[in-house]
């Protein structure tokens, strides 16, 4: 089970850090990513992180803005956000998957979202002035 939470309103320029807490698993064996699904969008990949060797892979829209973490004593991934912008709003999903893990890093671009078994519910998160 994922638990995403953190997301609000920011100005832009500002900054917000998701959580994504995963129970029941062996945090280690999987990846763990965020997404993020816009009003009539379809739902893109944003980072990952694989939480046994901190391997981590970014949307090139986001270098440079956010940072993906984790703390594997509490189970958590971390997204922070900074430098937002107004294209940055949508619902931010966080996903989990054991077998992509082994996935991640020999594709091109963006593991596609039907790889990931396990999805928490959205946290909105919304930059406007």
């Known amino acids: 089970q994922l638990q995403a939470s953190g997301g609000g309103l920011v100005q832009p320029g500002g900054s917000l850090r998701l959580s994504c807490a995963a129970s029941?698993?062996?945090?280690?064996?999987?990846?763990i990513a965020w997404f993020r699904q816009a009003p009539g969008k379809e739902r893109e990949g944003v980072s990952w992180i694989l939480p046994s060797d901190g391997g981590t892979y970014y949307r090139d829209s986001v270098k440079g803005r956010f940072t993906i973490s984790s703390d594997n004593a509490k189970n958590t991934v971390y997204l922070q956000m900074s430098d937002l912008k107004p294209e940055d709003t949508a619902v931010y999903y966080c996903?989990?998957?054991?077998?992509?893990?082994?996935?991640?890093?020999?594709?091109?671009?963006?593991?596609?979202?039907?790889?990931?078994?396990?999805w928490g519910q959205g946290t909105q998160v919304t930059v406007s002035s």
């Open positions: 996903a989990a998957d054991r077998d992509a893990r082994a996935l991640v890093r020999k594709v091109s671009g963006f593991l596609h979202r039907a790889y990931f078994a396990s």
């Open positions: 029941g698993r062996t945090f280690n064996s999987y990846v």
